[in-house]
């Protein structure tokens, strides 16, 4: 006897990888606020006359969170694939794009790759 689907696993499995996806766009955003900030500061020394020959601390804390949110949502797919995988057949909803939470995790890991990578060139920083 074969047992009758029941779709809450699934769906509790898609709601925690879409936590996951909330919480690295939320480090992303941040970063790329920290980011720039350091901007604004040094418009603010040259407004005023004051030299700027450092290199600010924000960029670097900025990269850090952008790299920490590509590295969550990156994992948080790995993650759920890896669970959906212990899933028998029967409790995975037919006609369902099971695919697109992952893609969506996988698209903002690269979005957010090539955004650090810009900010780490717009800086002048060896990539």
Known sequence: MQAAYN???FFAAERTLLAWQRSSISFI???FVIERFGIFIKF???ANNIPDNSIHLSA???IFFIAMGSLIS???ALQHQNFLRTLPASDLPSRYFIFLGPLV???MFFAA???AIWLMISNSFVV
């Open 7 to 9: 779709p809450q696993v």
């Open 29 to 31: 955003a941040l970063g």
């Open 44 to 46: 603010l020394k040259i």
């Open 60 to 62: 670097f804390i900025g």
């Open 74 to 76: 990156l994992l948080s």
């Open 105 to 107: 995790s996988y698209t």
């Open 113 to 115: 790759i090539g955004l």
